[in-house]
């Protein structure tokens, strides 16, 4: 496994790291889930991420009592703040009064004195930024939260929060995580550049397009019995011919490469020098074990630009 630095910070988290949205705590069986947490920390993955949200904290007890078996300083923990979590009108959001509990019961559901990296789920219209990031600076220093992230929020909006930080002394962000793929490239126009030129690390989403770029789709009305598509009604929109038969070709240049699909996937993803790390999820240990070998594969300019007259 390799390891890159954060953003601008001098943080170093695994360029594969597990998440644990719609599946631990939720569709994918406690022992499934156990089982590929111990195989990604076994294999090197130092970087776990979850959220509040994720099954109402369900997936941060999964999380939580899995990692308390190896020492807490040897992995990187993240879960995030700002969906409902209850019926009250301050149970949502990114208010001090919700960021403040939640952080508490985050840190309860984890069983951790502090989690690395505290993320804005999404951007709050209706919260002062000044008061969300104030709230955030608190926490960081009672040392109940080492980092500030954001999920999807827009270039403007950390640009913003960047220029409020500055102006009253207050921790930066330092981290966003928003959906990327071969599918999805929107932060290339301005996320990415933004993050450079900022010190903003990316931490991506979805590389695989909900397994669509695993290669293990070959129809829009046949899914595998254990694929996410076939568990979930959400997932079948993304899957079309179109994109089938551009995966296809994607997996043509795999094979000549001598490697899967999904690693070319994440290989082209780690192309990226701002992306610090590549989020995966997996509903079995066997899905974490060839996901990892992504890691510290570099494709040629030939390659990429293979794959990008099949993108476009």
Same mark, same amino acid.
């Given at each position: 496994?390799? #390891? ?13 790291? *597990? ?13 499934? &889930?156990?089982? &590929? ?9 130092? #970087? #776990? ?9 369900? /997936? ?28 009250? +009108?301050?149970?949502?959001? $990114? ?6 509990? @939640? ?6 559901? $984890?069983?951790?004195?502090?989690? %690395?990296?505290? =993320?804005?789920?999404?951007?709050? +219209?209706?919260?002062? $930024?000044?008061?969300?990031?104030? &709230? ?17 929020? !827009? ?9 409020? &930080? %500055?102006? =009253? ?10 959906? =990327? ?23 991506? #989403?979805? +590389?695989?397009? @909900?397994? *669509?770029? !695993? ?10 019995? %254990?694929?996410?598509? /076939? ?18 070709? $994607? ?6 490469? %001598?490697?899967? !699909? ?9 192309? @990226?020098g701002n992306v610090a790390s590549a989020l995966v999820g997996a509903s079995k240990p066997e899905q974490v074990e060839e996901n990892v070998k992504a890691s510290g594969i570099e494709l040629s300019a030939e390659v990429l630009k293979q794959i990008e007259d099949i993108l476009v």
């Amino acid at each position: 496994m390799k #390891f890159r630095k954060l953003g601008g910070t001098g943080l170093k988290v695994s360029e594969i790291s *597990l998440g644990s949205w719609l599946t631990y705590g939720g569709y994918v069986e406690r022992e499934n &889930a156990v089982r &590929a947490i111990e195989t990604a920390y076994g294999l090197g993955v130092n #970087f #776990f991420d979850t959220a509040n949200v994720y099954e109402r904290g369900a /997936a941060e007890k999964v999380l939580g009592e899995t990692l308390r078996g190896y020492p807490r300083d040897s992995y990187v923990l993240a879960t995030k703040v700002y969906g409902t979590m209850g019926e009250g +009108p301050n149970d949502r959001g $990114l208010s001090r009064k919700h960021i403040t509990e @939640q952080c508490h019961a985050s840190l309860k559901r $984890l069983g951790v004195e502090y989690v %690395d990296i505290m =993320y804005c789920h999404r951007y709050d +219209p209706e919260t002062p $930024l000044l008061e969300t990031l104030r &709230a955030l600076d608190d926490l960081i220093r009672q040392g109940k939260i080492y980092y500030i992230g954001v999920s999807e929020w !827009t270039a403007a909006q950390m640009v913003d929060a960047l220029a409020t &930080a %500055d102006r =009253y002394l207050l921790d930066r962000i330092v981290v966003n995580q928003p959906v =990327y793929n071969m599918f999805n490239r929107y932060i290339e126009k301005e996320i990415l550049p933004l993050g450079e030129r900022c010190g903003i690390g990316q931490v991506v #989403f979805s +590389p695989l397009a @909900q397994g *669509l770029l !695993t290669g293990k789709y070959s129809s829009v009305s046949d899914f595998p019995e %254990d694929s996410r598509a /076939a568990k979930l009604d959400g997932m079948r929109k993304g899957i079309t011919e179109e994109k089938l038969a551009k995966v296809r070709q $994607l997996g043509e240049i795999a094979a000549g490469l %001598d490697i899967s !699909t999904s690693n070319l996937a994440l290989a082209w993803i780690l192309r @990226q020098g701002n992306v610090a790390s590549a989020l995966v999820g997996a509903s079995k240990p066997e899905q974490v074990e060839e996901n990892v070998k992504a890691s510290g594969i570099e494709l040629s300019a030939e390659v990429l630009k293979q794959i990008e007259d099949i993108l476009v």
